[in-house]
């Protein structure tokens, strides 16, 4: 173990302290891994000489750098080696790693450290605990660089008290001391009383997480249910369509083919007819010769006696069958097929009615979800905290950041970016699911929702709630109330009551705003789409006026 130590050394860089990685050896003879004698040369680079970080020997110009191949394959050589001979648990610290204390040479990493000793320990050093009775009673803990935190700074003393009255811990000297007086416990009381009350907490959380993961795999199945419903109606609403704009093509031709084939009928009944009047036209004209021809005849005896044959009336057999139709030969086909089409209208529009009210009554159902009643509400109550980063100058917070005044004097909060430059503040928390939460509000003051990402400086629009597409507000005082969103403003029913219920489902697109007094009644109700979480907020528009974020019991 010895020798394989000296050959650790022996090949290690005299910079990082660790096995050479590509490694160069310099003018001088020293040995190092390029990447770390090129960081070094670069700091140097100003000065215009190099040294070496070593033997402090100086080159001038800068020595080129070529990887030592025979040093890195006695390198490779070295880390096989180790691999097979040095157990696993022989491992060396690295930068990132906390080292055994007790170490000589290159140190080991640290298994464990210890609370008492504050020291940490590599498995060979640390085996005293375990077979010693002096250090039973030693708490060892994963290790840790940040052990001199635990020393008074004061006493040099572990700090192993608690002062309930500073909220810090000290040492039981400190206790006789500045702290004589105060509320003081072990550090392990303390601890197990933080414990239990975090243990609490992560219950009621882990309860949350398993209730919105069981709300988010039913909207999953919703969405799931939607998409397939949604997907199977247009499948067979276009069959459907299919057939029935294949029945009117099929109708239309049929039609067509009626028609003209009682077009074909009808003139060849008028040329028929036309062809028999023309042939009695023409017998009548050789008639009408033959008589004008005895007229005109000088002979008298001639003229009586061709007079017989050709002063007989001759009747035509066609003329009374002759029957002139009015001009109206199909326009009653035309007006069957209007009123057809005026009854398909009539039918698409009644049908397209219930379609949409079909659609309105799914919509109907979401707000049918909605709360009835103010113990429906506190159903789905949360705690409102407001964020200080996001307060104006001349807000005061109190109550814990629940509660929030405008004053005329500034605060002196720092520069955030998150600050708004009107006297405006937004929650810490991010509101997404089903959310409830109430707020007494005194003197003008803006109710709202905005997006984490709304504008928090300039004199425009952009970062007043309600003035923008990223807030939703309520505006209420005295006898007035209107609710804004993207600079559009709606005069509503007059709020009556100091305290605002909002209630938020996000997921639904549904933001409600009630006045809540012995009853609650809807002021104002909005249905759009939410696209990022939002967060509660209030405007609190006069100096002396306030707001209270309560969470309701």
Request: aromatic share 8%; hydrophobic share 30%; net charge negative.
């Amino acid at each position: 173990m010895e020798q394989n130590q000296l050959d650790q050394e022996t090949f290690s860089c005299l910079i990082c302290q660790d096995l050479l990685k590509d490694p160069v050896a310099i003018p001088c003879g020293h040995s190092y891994c390029m990447r770390c004698i090129k960081i070094h040369w670069d700091k140097e680079d100003q000065i215009g000489i190099h040294s070496c970080p070593h033997c402090r020997k100086f080159f001038i110009p800068r020595p080129d750098l070529e990887k030592n191949t025979m040093l890195a394959a006695l390198v490779e050589q070295l880390k096989k080696t180790e691999l097979q001979a040095a157990p696993g648990d022989h491992c060396y610290a690295g930068p990132e790693d906390v080292a055994c204390d007790f170490c000589t040479g290159r140190k080991l990493k640290a298994i464990k450290s210890c609370l008492v000793c504050l020291a940490s320990y590599c498995e060979e050093h640390l085996q005293p605990h375990y077979d010693s009775a002096t250090f039973k009673k030693h708490k060892l803990v994963e290790p840790s660089k940040n052990l001199q935190e635990n020393i008074c700074s004061d006493h040099d003393e572990v700090m192993k008290m608690f002062c309930r009255t500073d909220q810090k811990c000290i040492c039981y000297l400190c206790c006789l001391d500045e702290h004589k007086d105060h509320d003081t416990v072990s550090a392990a009381a303390e601890r197990t009383e933080r414990q239990r009350e975090l243990e609490e907490r992560r219950g009621k959380i882990h309860q949350r997480i398993q209730d919105r993961e069981k709300d988010v795999k039913l909207l999953q199945q919703e969405v799931e249910a939607i998409n397939h419903s949604a997907d199977k109606t247009v499948e067979d609403s276009e069959k459907i369509f299919t057939e029935l704009i294949r029945l009117i093509q099929k109708r239309s031709s049929d039609v067509k083919q009626q028609i003209r084939s009682q077009q074909e009928t009808e003139v060849s009944r008028v040329k028929e007819l036309q062809e028999k009047l023309e042939q009695e036209i023409t017998e009548l004209k050789k008639k009408e010769a033959e008589l004008k021809q005895l007229l005109n005849t000088e002979d008298h005896n001639q003229f009586l006696h061709s007079y017989p044959s050709l002063s007989a009336p001759s009747e035509s057999t066609h003329s009374s069958s002759i029957n002139i139709r009015p001009l109206r030969h199909f326009e009653d086909v035309t007006a069957a097929v209007s009123e057809l089409r005026d009854k398909l209208q009539d039918i698409m529009r009644d049908t397209w009615t219930n379609i949409s009210w079909t659609i309105t009554e799914e919509e109907s159902l979401l707000l049918e979800a909605e709360p009835k009643n103010r113990a429906g509400f506190l159903e789905y109550s949360c705690e409102i905290t407001l964020d200080p980063n996001t307060a104006n100058t001349q807000l005061l917070l109190s109550e814990g950041n629940r509660k929030v005044r405008r004053i005329d004097q500034h605060q002196s909060y720092s520069n955030h970016p998150d600050r708004f430059s009107c006297p405006q503040v937004l929650s810490r928390e991010s509101l997404t699911g089903r959310c409830y939460w109430e707020v007494e509000k005194k003197g003008i003051v803006y109710v709202a929702v905005a997006y984490k990402n709304i504008s928090r400086v300039g004199k425009g629009d952009e970062c007043k709630f309600g003035y923008n597409d990223k807030s939703w507000a309520l505006d209420s005082y005295q006898n007035s109330s209107r609710f804004g969103h993207n600079n559009i403003w709606t005069s509503i029913s007059d709020a009556g009551s100091s305290r605002i219920g909002v209630y938020l489902d996000h997921s639904a697109g549904i933001l409600s705003f009630y006045s809540v007094s012995e009853t609650m009644t809807l002021l104002h109700r909005v249905q759009t789409t939410f696209t990022q979480p939002l967060h509660a907020g209030v405007w609190v528009y006069w100096t002396g006026g306030s707001a209270e974020f309560f969470k309701p019991k």
